[in-house]
C-alpha cells in the first residue's frame, strides 16, 4: 500500500469522518423507517428523539470501520484477493466485533436505560429474529464497504506498479536497443538512430506501450537486417529496398502522415536483381529526409527512382530545395561514406552525382547491372 502523502490528511481521520457521516445516515434511515411505522399506526413520534436514542448504538460500528480499516492497511493487504483471507476476515469480524457489540447493547440497557441484567436477559430472548438479522446486515455492510474499497485500492496500486515496471523495461529495451545501435555506426547513419530512439522514447513517456513495442520490435527487426547485412559483401535492390521500407516505418513514428517517398521504377526483375554494397541507400534516404522534412512543417516530397539503361542501374533520390529557410546544418557524412564505398567496390565503374537539379537536390548512383560478372 503506498504511504501516505506528507502534509495530507491522514488516513484513519478520513475513515473517521466518512464513518461517521455514513453510520449517521444508517441511523437516521433506521429512526425515519421506526417514525414512519409510529405515525401509520396513530403513535406519537420524534424523528430526533428516535434519532437520539438509536445514535448510541451505532459508535461501535465507527469502532468497527476504524478497526478494519487499520488490518486492512497492514501486510495483510498484499493478500486481499485470497478467498482465505476473505472468510478470515469475516470471521474474525463476526466474533470480535459482532458479539461483543451484544454485549455493549445490553450494558447500554442496564447503564443507561436502568434495567436489570435479568430483563435485559429476558428481552434479548423475546427480540424478534429479524432484529438480529438487521444487525447481522449492518456487519456485513460495514465489512463489505471496507474490504471491497481496499480491495480496489490494492488493485490500482498493484496497476500502478505494474505500469511502472513496464516502462521500465521499455527503458532498458531501448537503451539495449541503443547499444546495438552504437556497432552500427559505421553501416547507418548517426541521425537515424537518434531519431529511432527519439521516436521510441516519446512513446514510452506517453504510455503508448502498444505503439512502443511494435516500434521496438521493428527496431530489433531492422537491426537484425543491419547487422547481417554488414557481414555480406553484397545485397540486392530487393533487399535495400525492403530494408529501406522498414527504416520508413521506424521514421514514421517521428514524422506521421508528413513523411511521403514515392519510390518508382522497382516493380521489374532487372531492377530487384541487381546487386550492391549491403546498405547503400538508407543514408540518402536519410540525407533527403533530414534536408527536407526538419527543415518544414508540412509533409514530405521525396522520390526515389530506379531506371534500367542497358547495362547500367540509375538510382535517384530527389527532394525539394527550400530557399526560404536556413540549410539544415550538417558535414554530409552520409553521402561522403556512399562515395567512398562506391569507389572502393567499383573503382571507376560507377559514377556518384550530388548537387541541384532546378528546384530539387539530387543525389544519382550509376552502378553497373552486373559488378560480379
Not at 478467498?83 to 457489540?101: Q, T
Request: positive net charge.
Amino acid at each position: 500500500m503506498p504511504p501516505a502523502k506528507p502534509g495530507g490528511v491522514r488516513p484513519w481521520v478520513k475513515v473517521l469522518a466518512f464513518g461517521l457521516v455514513g453510520w449517521s445516515l444508517v441511523c437516521l434511515l433506521m429512526a425515519y423507517t421506526t417514525h414512519s411505522d409510529a405515525l401509520r399506526s396513530g403513535k406519537p413520534s420524534s424523528l430526533w428523539g428516535l434519532f437520539q436514542s438509536y445514535f448510541p448504538y451505532f459508535m461501535p460500528y465507527l469502532g468497527f470501520s476504524l478497526a478494519l480499516h487499520k488490518v486492512l492497511a497492514g501486510p495483510i493487504r498484499r493478500h486481499i484477493a485470497e478467498p482465505r483471507v476473505l472468510l478470515g476476515m469475516l470471521a474474525a469480524s463476526f466474533a470480535f466485533f459482532y458479539l461483543p457489540f451484544l454485549g455493549f447493547q445490553a450494558l447500554i440497557r442496564v447503564f443507561v436505560i436502568g434495567d436489570t441484567f435479568a430483563e435485559v436477559w429476558r428481552r434479548m430472548g423475546s427480540v424478534p429474529v429479524m432484529l438480529y438479522v438487521d444487525d447481522i446486515m449492518l456487519v456485513l455492510v460495514g465489512f463489505g464497504v471496507h474490504y471491497g474499497s481496499a480491495f480496489i485500492q490494492e488493485l490500482l496500486f498493484k496497476e500502478q506498479q505494474r505500469r511502472v515496471a513496464e516502462s521500465e523495461a521499455l527503458s532498458m529495451r531501448v537503451a539495449f536497443e541503443h547499444q546495438r545501435l552504437v556497432t552500427l555506426q559505421a553501416q547507418l547513419e548517426p541521425h537515424f538512430m537518434f531519431n529511432a530512439l527519439n521516436a521510441i522514447s516519446a512513446l514510452v513517456r506517453s504510455e503508448d506501450r502498444a505503439g512502443a513495442l511494435q516500434a521496438l520490435s521493428g527496431l530489433s527487426d531492422l537491426l537484425r537486417e543491419a547487422l547481417k547485412a554488414s557481414r555480406q559483401d553484397w545485397s540486392s535492390i530487393a533487399s535495400e529496398l525492403a530494408f529501406i521500407r522498414q527504416y520508413l516505418a521506424i521514421q514514421q513514428l517521428r514524422y506521421g502522415d508528413r513523411l511521403k517517398v514515392g519510390i518508382s521504377g522497382a516493380d521489374s526483375e532487372d531492377v530487384l536483381s541487381v546487386e550492391c554494397p549491403p546498405l547503400l541507400l538508407q543514408p540518402l534516404i536519410e540525407n533527403s529526409i533530414r534536408h527536407d522534412l526538419d527543415r518544414h512543417e508540412g509533409p514530405s516530397d521525396i522520390r526515389l527512382a530506379f531506371r534500367v539503361e542497358g547495362p547500367w542501374l540509375t538510382v535517384t533520390v530527389a527532394n525539394p530545395v527550400h530557399r526560404r529557410v536556413a540549410a539544415n546544418p550538417g558535414l554530409g557524412v552520409g553521402l561522403c561514406n556512399v562515395r567512398e564505398r562506391l569507389q572502393r567496390t567499383y573503382g571507376g565503374a560507377a559514377t556518384f552525382f550530388s548537387g541541384l537539379r532546378g528546384e530539387d537536390f539530387v543525389v544519382e548512383l550509376q552502378l553497373p547491372g552486373n559488378p560480379r560478372g
